[in-house]
DNA sequence: GTGGGCCGTTAGTTGACACTTACGTAAGGA
DNA sequence: TCCTTACGTAAGTGTCAACTAACGGCCCAC
């Protein structure tokens, strides 16, 4: 996972995961929608190869490549963790309350009609 | 979100994340369950705090810190764009398509057996 | 075998970042 | 007021990572 995080952290790398998302591209064809050299972005592509992000299949002369969901499992689990249902109820539950102490008194749409009118006196 | 995957990229602060979790604690409380000095410990949770993840309140002269999920929001939905159900059915159809190939004439579990006992020679 | 695409790899440079020591600051008790 | 506690901040250093330029290795057509 340690190895997956770092690989996602850099914005070139996240554009190449989302090109090869859900279809496989060669080497150069993913290069030539960057503007930095074409050996950066094959190291890119070994570093999200070795963390288990890419799938590299040789054809010819070529290399294609294709996104490789599974290999996020640990980091979205990780990430998951910090969204549990309690936690998500919490969240709901402090939204509520502040929405609650911002408006105490307004019902209906009409009283908000009325604010923005007043409020229009900038 | 550029700011949050940096910010979990780095162990020291995801275990950090995983410390003020479900509770809260101070700057000092932190700093004292790792190896690093305590300055150190504080830079990571001001750049943990800029990214949105934490939450910080004072208390008289102290600091305290807790985990705010809803930074990690958009981090998450990228990862598991990469999770949708279509891309779940094109991994297992990839994936009986590759089994298909390399055991073409195979059909009960005897032939594996077999191969194992005769890989034991290490 | 030889020439031309397609790519990965190496060497070297530059910038970012994690860390340390030293210092500054705010709150509170003696 | 003076000291202590609990922090953050500044300055400086070492390491790592992203990039470029130059080079080397396959694979195929001819």
């Known amino acids: 996972m ?9 914005p070139h790398r996240r554009e190449i995961l989302r090109l090869v998302r859900d279809r496989e591209l060669s080497a ?8 930095v050299t074409r050996p950066a ?11 288990g992000l890419l799938n590299e299949r040789r054809e010819g002369t070529r290399r294609l490549y294709r996104a ?21 109820r919490l969240k709901l539950a402090a939204e509520l309350e502040q929405q609650r102490r911002k408006s105490p008194k307004r019902r ?3 009283g908000a009609k009325r604010r923005n009118r007043r409020d229009r006196r900038t």
Chains 1, 2 share one sequence.
Request: no cysteine; net charge negative.
């Open 2 to 10: 340690d190895s997956a995080v770092r690989a996602i952290a850099e």
């Open 28 to 35: 150069g064809e993913i290069a030539s929608r960057f503007d």
């Open 41 to 51: 972005v094959s190291q890119h592509l070994t570093v999200l190869r070795d963390a």
């Open 68 to 88: 490789r969901p599974e290999g996020m499992t640990e980091l979205r689990e990780f990430l998951n963790g910090f969204w549990s249902d309690r936690l998500k």
């Open 108 to 110: 209906s749409e009409k």
